[in-house]
């Protein structure tokens, strides 16, 4: 039999964890403690194989108390201290990995339970991860050390230490949320595989390696350190401190509403959330209705499939029911609102569209008989538009006889086909008056017939190069979808409209949705996706790139210029729209293409296959190209719906 081998080491974490009592388990623990972060440790592989995997108990279980209870925030604190003004003793070995470990093991322990942070704050966690934060180390330090400063500062007892620093940390949590996709970029993204730190790839794979993966890492890396930081800003923006002011800049607010969580961190609210933060403040409100591309920025996303679309509703509803920022944003909200009237419920929340028409029409008398005046006519329009459909159409219908709806009923279907008919026979604009008619004469419970006249005119509206009508008319459609996304025609329609717009976020968020809606009602292991929606995707993705100004700026600086490609530039549109022809023979030809359409098989891997040639291409190498060849397949199917 093979003996037994026997450790030598008199403080030996691994060992201390092997003891069968656990009270001697404990205080052997809580010895290593002490001991690791001592320079007479002389084995500082040690360190590394201790702090891996203390790192890896965390993630597991950051509720277990008995770490923190037996002084493991000491002993991170000292480790990020020496690592900081020891350089020698940081870059033996690999000591390097120690800072990153350490604040990242403070901030999982100290994620959901406040008295865990009470014990790390009386540790003296704070200012080394206040070093970290000042970029004393690196990028990947400044990670972890606002994602622990940030959960310190979300509890009650323990925000107070961390505002000591509260000016400093608000300044370096702008920087940080404004700048960081241009440092990883510069620091590791754009650099060659060669010059990369070690220790970044490293931590990023786990030790798995590999370009492709160390590329996705760090931008999801890089994206977290963005929502971290606005997340950390967030617990300051509550409680409206002295330092408020800085927070609402003005030129920070207009770089702030653009920020996203991007796919890699779509349950973060990221931009959105420190505007509604603000918003929840009187002081916060009137920064936030002073910028107009702010409040564009917000109401785009109250009209998208974004995650976070209740709390941009939630940001303009405030903003509209505070008698001091309402008229300053009304003009531009009460256009986008009255899409969303008839929404019903939205990520559990229940009444939407009850609570924004309450909202708008608040003063409405005052508007319509009184002496207040909109500085906007089409505002004034919009409200108008609401009060009929909600108020103005029900008492209508409720005096209407059992005949009259039925004769209603009929002349809607009688439009509807007679729109369909003005359509394929390339008179767009006469097919728009029949829907326009139809939805008229629609009663309001006839909602799925409703949704399908405002995709058709939709429709009408993008051959005619109309995408703000066509979105208006899609967000319509969704909204009286059982769920927002259960229409997946809209969803495209929308898609293509907010391409032609240049909003590519927007654009890639509905046609993700929309092939997301096609998965859920295909019952087969392989689905397939639209060959179309994968290109629109490609696109998009490549337009909202985190990286993608990062790199310009860095293209600008090292050479002087940068070259622009014309395939590359947002919001040029994907789908190149065909006229439609009157004759019969060109309809037979749509229906064959339609027939013998293309598709994408999707099976959960990361390449794309389409169906009618069998061709395996990397989502990757998608080209924009492909979408002409396409165009006259998807007319048929996509245009109207029968």
Known sequence: MPQKVTCTKPYCFFCSMNEQPPSLRRAKVAQCFKELPLSRLRDDQEHVLVLS?????????????EFPSLGIFECMTKLIHKGITDKEWLLRDQNIYIPYYAAHIIGSYTMNKAHFAEKAVKSGVVLPLMELLRGKISWVEERVAVRALGHLASHDKTFEAVALYEVEIIELAKNIACNCFEVVYEKFVGLKEKKRVKYHCDLLTRGLGGFELENRKAEEWASQLQCWSLYLLNCFACRERSSFDLICSQDFLKIVCGMWGGLANHTSPAGIGLIRA?????????SVAKLKNVIESVCNVSRSSDDWQYAAIDSLLLLLKDPDTRYEVIDIAALF???LVELKSLNGRERVGEAITQTLLQDYHKVKYGNLKLKSKKAERALDEIWDLKVEKRKKEKLMSDEEMKENELSVFMLKQQGNQEFWAGYIEEGVKKYSKALYLCPLKMRKERIVLYSNRAQCYLMLKKPEAAISDTTRALALSKTVSSHSKSL???????????????S???????????MKCMHTNRVKIPYYAAVMINKQMNATWPFI???????????????VDEKSIPGKPTIIE??????????????????????VNFTGGAGLTVAHTGTQIPATCIKQQAAV??????????????
């Open 53 to 65: 995997g203390l790192f890896n108990i965390a993630i597991k279980q950051p509720d277990d108390p």
């Open 278 to 286: 603000l918003c929840h403040t009187k002081k916060g409100r009137e």
């Open 337 to 339: 609102l009255v899409d």
């Open 492 to 506: 495209w329609r929308r898609s293509q409209a907010y391409d032609m717009m240049g909003l590519a976020k927007e």
């Open 508 to 518: 890639l968020m509905d046609a993700l949705t929309f092939i997301s809606s096609r």
């Open 549 to 563: 100004h990062a790199k310009s700026k860095t293209c600008n600086r090292l050479k002087g210029k940068v070259a």
């Open 578 to 599: 065909e006229k439609l022809v009157e004759k019969t023979c060109r309809r037979r030809k749509l229906e064959k293409a339609r027939r013998k359409k293309k598709e």
């Open 629 to 642: 060849e396409f165009i006259q397949m998807i007319q048929k199917q996509y245009l109207i719906i029968p």
